[in-house]
């Protein structure tokens, strides 16, 4: 299987502790997907009966309640305005960062971290105070735009500033710009399209943080998807159960695609490394 | 003191061969080159010498001890990577140290041995520095300094000049081949670096796909190439048709001449590179349509475009295919 | 330039909101009164409380997290390996409160299938101080997500580390501890430790995932649920603002820190 750079440790260790976090972290999911799918109580499960009564059935029911496709589409229209918004805002940012103030980088990094400093909660006890100045804003369902632009700032920023870095931009813009390209065109026309993997991975991490958000969605009461589960597991525990793991299957498979997508780059470079 | 021995070494990664029938002997305080392209296995030699990569047959030995038993860190030799080996958290002085403190030496010896050997590369004043701090050419003074404290049997330096600019690296280079005669330390270098492996070594070693094609003097490799690929790889060659089948003349065994009476092929100048104290004229021979260069010491001749020339041969080819 | 604009409004401004609440007195002045009292008695206990808990759990975090990353970085075969690591490890780190209590519930939970097959080999997992809405349990519901945060962080400072350093402290004489000891962690030091206190802020302000396990009104973000929910009495709320108030200066402190060693170790990696 895996094997760490031919020591003799890594031969089983590494394997070893590989396992343990695969078991960690698949069995939980594992849980759940059961208590979801098989119509039978822990109490009553023997190894006899282990592979009885699943069935994809609460998983149809929390279809086709009606919340369900408000819910989700809501979320879903959350999740591209705030990857679009983000983009619009850390794209030029970032590109005027590395370009004219690339001391103010590490300032710029700061401020992306401060979500981590304000969390949810904080934000929470600050939108409540505001929720009476601000209620026309608060009332449209998309008011947590810009919120969850905010919360994803810490992983948006990091993907379109890894993204940026890993190319000569100065030598690209200069480039542009002497052929006769003005600024917004060479953001379009020529770094945009070497950036599609970090943007992609930009747009992802976005769906991942708008799909997983509950406080705040809950506190403005706003219909998300994630509200919408929570809700749903009181009625219905395996139903929402069985849609928190669809959620997360999803949300996996995702970053996987990503990660197959700007792989062949990295395989790339290793190759170029080589032997004399 | 001491000889580095390799006997028929073989060495594959997967598919490829790296290594194979690998012999060579090192006598105590030479300095052999290893010189070839990319690819050609010389690096794998020298790592095999180290001890990071192991060979699937053959032994490496150290003075007549086989060192194939004894792991890298072992092994006492000192070594200097292409670039990025200092540590990055220890200043110039502890880093020249790093390998005396793992020997546990008293630190009024290690602190002496760092003074000297900071002398012997020119950087007395920079112990306090940190890597972050210094240019790629210190950086690696650096390099050998901590390499040669520990008083290795032999030194191996991975293309150790590859990645400075030019004028960094000639200076280096008159240094390294200064400290080595000074030290008398057993010395493998890897270069890709013709001019380099000709400057500074006892001996060279020419190396394609894994094989040696020629050891030798410097002077023997550059002017009795014993195979085509020598010849072509050390030096430039022009290669001429003939009787005698394929003829390869290097630039300066050609002399250029004014008029088309005196020579044995006549053409026309096509292009001239002037070079300082030397002119390299590109001709192209009426008979065979061949493009040949032809070195001529300054003040000989100019070379204008489109005159009429004849060459001849200076002494003997130096092969032929 | 827009973009300091829009987290001025969206970020500072709530903020600064919070610590206006937090600086009215019960009737409306002006005053530290509230702050004051946010940190004394029950609530000093509670931040003490919640400041030990998110460090054991950071602790526990950085350690496992920072052995797993290393043993990721160093996968030869397969390939794809180590791409499926770095891809769940992002979808874990954002795992969302709800989800991931709910999975732990349904594998250790009293009714979880884990604790059944537990039972059937003999170990009862409750039988002395867990529960999920322990400390201990706690302390392993929150590695699920920061466990692989600290991968994420400290992956890159990983692969920073440059094989050469490994061979030439190998040619100098030294062995693997020898390395470790005097090059490697050393090197790693500013981001392990930077990730420590990563994993400290995310433990520390969690909320859902620990709303759905426990009342624990020790633990900081929930207590300012508390203050701020439904039935509290109209003064009581101050309260609750400046504890969120303190809470935002204590992250800002960890976070400052952790900026400071970000750029230290960048000084390294390039």
């Not at chain 1, 998807?225 to 669809?246: H, N, T, V, W």
């Not at chain 2, 044995?264 to 070079?275: L, N």
């Amino acid at each position: 299987m895996a094997i760490v750079r031919g020591r003799v440790f890594g031969r089983v260790v590494a394997p070893l502790i590989l396992l343990v976090a695969a078991a960690f972290f698949i069995l939980p999911l594992f849980a759940m997907m059961r208590f979801a799918l098989q119509n039978v109580q822990v109490i009553d499960l023997r190894w006899s009966n282990l592979f009885d009564k699943w069935s994809l059935a609460p998983l149809w029911s929390a279809f086709s309640d009606d919340q369900f496709g408000r819910a989700l589409t809501l979320s879903l229209k959350l999740a591209f305005g705030t990857g679009l918004i983000s983009l619009l805002l850390l794209v030029p940012t970032i590109v005027w960062v590395h370009l004219r103030l690339p001391r103010a980088r590490s300032t710029v990094e700061f401020l992306t971290i401060l979500p981590y400093v304000i969390p949810a909660i904080g934000m929470v006890a600050g939108i409540m105070v505001i929720k009476p100045h601000a209620r026309w804003f608060l009332n449209s369902d998309l008011s947590l735009i810009p919120f969850y632009v905010v919360l994803a700032l810490p992983f948006t920023f990091r993907s379109i500033d890894s993204g940026l870095k890993a190319l000569d931009l100065r030598t690209l813009v200069e480039a542009s710009r002497s052929l006769g390209y003005g600024w917004m065109r060479t953001i379009v026309h020529v770094i945009v399209p070497n950036l599609r993997t970090a943007i992609l991975s930009c747009l992802f991490l976005t769906v991942a943080v708008v799909l997983g958000e509950y406080t705040i969605a809950d506190v403005l009461l706003k219909r998300t998807f994630p509200a919408f589960m929570g809700e749903y597991r009181g009625s219905d525990p395996k139903g929402g159960y069985g849609l928190a793991i669809l959620s997360l299957v999803v949300t996996t498979l995702i970053f996987m695609i990503i990660g197959l997508v700007s792989r062949p780059k990295s395989a790339r470079r290793r190759r170029a490394r080589g032997t004399t | 003191m001491t000889s580095l021995e390799f006997s028929s070494i073989r060495k594959c990664f997967g598919p490829t061969v790296a290594l194979a029938d690998f012999d060579l002997t090192i006598a105590p305080g030479e300095f052999i080159s290893l010189l070839g392209p990319s690819g050609c296995g010389k690096t794998t030699a020298l790592r095999i010498a180290a001890g990071f990569e192991r060979a699937d047959a053959g032994t490496v030995s150290l003075g007549g001890h086989e060192l194939s038993p004894i792991p890298a860190h072992k092994r006492n030799m000192g070594m200097v990577f292409q670039s990025y080996s200092l540590f990055p958290n220890l200043d110039v002085r502890k880093n020249v140290a790093f390998g005396l403190k793992t020997r546990r030496l008293e630190s009024s010896v290690i602190a002496r041995r760092v003074d000297e050997m900071l002398e012997i590369v020119q950087l007395s004043g920079l112990g306090d520095r940190f890597p972050h701090q210094l240019s790629g050419g210190q950086q690696q003074r650096v390099a050998l300094a901590r390499a040669l404290a520990v008083r290795p049997e032999v030194l191996l330096l991975d293309e150790p000049l590859s990645a400075l600019d030019a004028r960094v690296r000639s200076t280096l280079r008159d240094e390294i081949k200064r400290i080595q005669r000074d030290t008398g330390v057993t010395t493998l270098f890897v270069t890709h670096d013709q001019d380099e492996a000709l400057a500074m070594s006892d001996r060279v070693g020419v190396m394609s796909e894994g094989r040696l094609e020629q050891v030798g003097s410097p002077h023997e490799v550059y002017q009795s190439p014993a195979s085509p690929f020598v010849a072509r790889f050390v030096g430039s060659i022009n290669e001429i048709p003939s009787e005698q089948g394929t003829i390869l003349v290097r630039p300066e065994a050609l002399t250029i001449h004014e008029n088309v009476l005196h020579g044995k092929w006549i053409g026309t100048v096509v292009a001239s590179t002037f070079q300082g104290p030397s002119t390299l004229i590109d001709v192209r021979l009426d008979a065979l349509d061949l493009l040949v260069r032809v070195h001529a010491p300054t003040g000989t001749y100019d070379g204008v475009a489109g005159s009429r020339v004849s060459i001849s041969m200076v002494g003997d080819h130096l092969l032929a295919v | 330039m827009p973009f300091l604009a829009f987290l001025v409004l969206f970020l500072i401004v709530p903020a600064i909101s919070v610590f206006s609440q937090a600086l009215r007195g019960a009737n409306g002045e002006f005053g530290f009164a509230s702050m004051g009292e946010a940190f004394s008695g029950q609530n000093l206990d509670a931040f003490w409380f919640s400041i030990t808990f998110s460090a054991g759990a950071a602790a526990v975090g950085t350690i496992l997290g920072t052995l797993l990353a290393y043993v990721a970085a160093s996968i030869t075969r397969p390939r794809w390996l180590r791409n499926a690591v770095t891809a769940f490890s992002g979808v874990a780190a954002n795992m969302g409160g709800l989800p991931l209590a709910f999975a732990f519930l349904s594998l250790l939970g009293r009714q979880g299938l884990g604790t059944k097959l537990l039972n059937g080999v003999g170990i009862d997992l409750y039988a002395g101080d867990f529960g999920l809405g322990e400390v201990t349990g706690l302390i392993t519901v929150y590695s699920y997500f920061n466990i692989p945060l600290m991968v994420l962080v400290i992956l890159p400072a990983i692969d920073g580390l440059k094989p050469a350093w490994r061979e030439a402290c190998s040619s100098l004489g030294g062995n693997s501890s020898t390395y470790w000891r005097r090059v490697g962690l050393p090197v790693l030091a500013p981001s392990i430790l930077g990730g420590f206190i990563l994993l400290f802020a995310n433990s520390f302000s969690a909320y859902a995932t620990a709303a759905q396990l426990t009342d624990n009104s020790k633990i900081v973000p929930l207590r300012i649920g508390f203050f701020l929910g439904g039935d509290v009495s109209v003064g009581e709320d101050a309260v609750g603002y400046a504890l969120a108030a303190w809470m935002i200066v204590i992250m800002a402190v960890a976070m400052i820190l952790y900026w400071a060693l970000r750029r230290r170790a960048e000084r390294w990696q390039s």
